[in-house]
């Protein structure tokens, strides 16, 4: 699901969704970073960044060099494309994209199916 993030220039992680990509980070050392516009990781308050692995930190940050890790960020880094991830609003944003793409008949392959 992360992949379909790729544009986000912001991701927010929940304690839940950050500690679930650690526990399986050794799964992601062989993908390659799907971040490539991203400026932001935000970790809840309270987490650690010392607590990312190594391949956590290469699969969120690798494709965008430039981007910053922390808990704490200046006010004005808000920005229209910030994407939280945690898995209820990953979930909403899946079930908004299908609903969406159901009910609009130019993302209908031809012949009627889909």
Known sequence: MLP???????LTFDLESIEALNKISDLLVS???PFYNLKFVKLPWG???SSISSALRNYLLGGSPKAAIGTKF???TMD???VP????????MLDEALATN???PASR??????
């Not at 379909?4 to 912001?10: D, F, R």
């Not at 991830?85 to 909403?92: I, P």
């Open 85 to 92: 991830c945690c898995l209820t609003s990953q979930k909403f």
């Open 74 to 76: 200046p006010q004005n």
């Open 47 to 49: 987490f650690k960044e």
């Open 102 to 104: 159901v009910n609009d």
């Open 109 to 114: 392959k031809p012949g009627g199916r889909n």
């Open 31 to 33: 993908l390659p970073s």
């Open 4 to 10: 379909g993030l790729g544009n986000a220039k912001t």
């Open 80 to 82: 229209y494309q910030e």
